[in-house]
């Protein structure tokens, strides 16, 4: 029994049963609620598979239909890969979970098929090992995300889902034409194969500033966030959580990839410029998320602020590897968790009270006890107070910094900490006392205000389980700690 | 200069005078446009890097590349497409809100 669970393609699976799944869902839309989470379910146990698998067996490989690279497509898993579909497993099973309560019979139809296209295209993103296959699915999560935000209509969501449209096809196309100069430099577009061919070249400086530029723009960040804020303000609760826990982290995902197998070794400077910009995404995000009315905007402007983090470990990375990349890890996992709490927490406030107005709280805490404590523990992680993966994660980026007297970049993580903890509190503190103007409590079902508690009890559980978290992450050495490295 | 050089040139033109197109111009429709141009210059530089020297079959994985790009480019156009009336009909105006009206 073991051999044959170990034999099985999970990577395949993780990709064929979103897609079967939001298939299913779109021709019974019956049943759409059921299959939607039972899919959603299956996608967690084949996460769970192949993490059994690569923590005996090593990197996973599989060559679709039997083809193999150059000529067909690759799948590939190693610790890095393996992170971030267990991210999206654990994130989307408490979305699905939260959306079986959340949406009405007439939305729930297409928002079963889309959500699950989506979990399919960035499971395959993050087991595509070439930059075309990349490519592509990046447009399929892209365009997916952006049916997601206009699933509701009304004004908000469409003019936010249009400009978010426009933002990802920009960058999209200008990652293509990135693709198209190496390919034509080097005669590949794998990257494990690229990494061995490129040699610094003025071709090479091209596409890493056309990838580099189109992929911060999808990632959203500072100053090219501008689309962020309003979709992942106005998308349906569920959606805004999965824009921002998870459909970021994709093309920060593949720039990462590209980082680590190509442009690492060539670029000194680019480091540097991008942990300008993180910085400038902490204090002008949470700046920004302190002078919020609502609570969705304050949530998605703290999603520009934690992206800052994620582009601070650049500049750290050559003098202090695994503590800085360890560092990346856990505020990727960690903010998945928090911020998809958040949102729900967010989009159960807002079915409660029928606004989502800060000002305008009404005895939360007393009312709706597991939503208040959902939305305190993800802001314990987004604070980086101990215990939580943020903690984790932050302490872990502070070490490196310090460690390389980078006092500035100290500076940037304190202040960013302060003023989350400053937006936080800001909602939490109107929880607790009674509004200006009252009202009565809407009911909201246990499952949405017991999803997000879930999500935002993992993003606090993480902080207790480093030591097999960095086992994992080290599979295939994704971080070259061990091999060519400085 | 060589006619598979030039030819990589004109798509390298069209991805900048359409990222020009879609930034200047206000209405949906031309931002839609935009985006197309800049997504054919791509694919011709794609075809046009393809040519091997002297006379050598082109490298197939391009032409493959574009065929599959053409794909998305429709789907990401459809959808587009239908956004913007959706825009329209919610707003009145095909444009996105914070800019001027022409």
């Known amino acids: 029994m073991q051999a044959i669970l ?28 059921r299959l939607g989470l039972l899919t959603a379910s299956l996608v967690l146990s084949a996460a769970v598979g192949l993490g059994w698998q690569l923590s005996s067996r090593g990197v996973y490989h599989h060559a679709v239909g039997g083809w193999g690279a150059p000529l067909g497509i690759d799948l590939y898993a190693d610790g890095l890969s393996l992170l971030m579909l267990v991210m999206t497993a654990l994130v989307g099973f408490g979305v699905s979970l939260y959306a079986t309560g959340y949406f009405k019979p007439g939305h729930l139809v297409r928002f079963w098929p889309l959500w699950l296209l989506l979990l399919g295209a960035l499971n395959a993103l993050f087991l595509s090992a070439d930059l075309f296959n990349l490519y592509v699915t990046l447009e399929l999560v892209g365009l ?6 206009a699933l509701q209509g009304g004004r908000d969501a469409l003019t936010g889902a249009m400009r978010y449209l426009l933002a990802t096809l920009l960058g999209s196309l200008a990652y293509l034409l990135g693709v198209a100069l190496l390919y034509h430099g080097f005669g590949t577009v794998d990257l494990v194969l690229l990494s061995e061919r490129v040699v610094p070249s003025p071709v090479v400086w091209a596409a890493l500033g056309l990838m580099s530029a189109g992929l911060i723009l999808k990632t959203a960040l500072f100053p090219l966030h501008f689309w962020l804020p309003p979709a992942h303000a106005s998308a349906p609760a569920p959606v805004s959580a999965v824009l921002s826990a998870l459909v970021v982290k994709a093309s920060f995902y593949i720039l990462l990839r590209l980082w680590l197998a190509i442009f690492s070794d060539i670029s000194g400077d680019v480091a540097g410029l991008f942990g300008l910009l993180g910085a400038g995404a902490v204090l002008w995000g949470s700046l920004q998320a302190l002078r919020q009315t609502r609570v969705k905007l304050l949530v998605a402007y703290s999603t520009v602020a934690q992206i800052g983090y994620l582009f601070l470990v650049y500049p750290l990375a050559p003098g202090m590897g695994i503590t800085a990349w360890s560092a990346m890890a856990y505020l990727l996992i960690s903010h998945a968790l928090a911020k998809a709490a958040m949102f729900m927490a967010a989009g159960n406030l807002m079915q409660f009270g029928g606004h989502d107005r800060i000002a305008d709280l009404d005895r939360v805490v007393q009312r709706l006890p597991l939503t208040a404590g959902a939305f305190a523990l ?9 215990p939580s993966g943020g903690f984790n994660g932050k302490w872990l980026l502070l070490q490196a910094a310090l460690a390389q007297g980078r006092w500035d970049l100290v500076g940037v993580i304190f202040l960013g900490g302060v003023l989350a903890a400053g937006y936080v509190f800001k909602v939490l503190g109107n929880t607790f006392t009674q509004a200006p103007r009252t009202h009565e409590p809407i009911s909201v079902p246990a499952r949405m205000q017991w999803a997000a508690v879930l999500l935002a009890a993992g993003a606090i559980l993480i902080g207790f389980l480093s030591s097999p978290l960095m086992a994992l992450l080290e599979v295939g050495d994704p971080f070259n700690i061990n091999g060519k490295g400085p | 200069m060589s006619v598979p ?9 069209l ?19 935009a985006i197309n141009i800049m997504g054919s210059g791509v694919f011709l530089v794609l075809v046009a890097l393809a040519k ?36 329209q009909a919610a707003t009145g105006h095909a444009v996105l809100p914070g800019k001027s009206r022409d």
């Open chain 1, 6 to 33: 170990s034999e099985l393609p999970w990577g395949l699976f993780l990709i064929l049963i979103p897609l079967i799944g939001g298939i299913a869902c779109f021709l019974l839309p019956v049943v759409a609620r």
């Open chain 1, 144 to 149: 997916s995300a952006v049916a997601l935000t």
């Open chain 1, 378 to 386: 993800a802001g314990v992680s987004i604070m980086g107070l101990p």
């Open chain 2, 5 to 13: 050089f030039l030819y990589a040139l004109v798509g390298i033109g």
């Open chain 2, 15 to 33: 991805f900048c005078l359409g990222f020009h197109g879609l930034i200047v111009y206000d209405h949906l429709l031309r931002k839609i446009l």
């Open chain 2, 52 to 87: 091997r020297g002297g006379e050598a079959a082109p490298d197939p994985v391009p032409h493959a590349m574009v065929i599959t790009g053409i794909v998305v480019a429709v789907s990401a156009t459809a959808l587009a497409l239908g956004l913007m009336l959706k825009v």
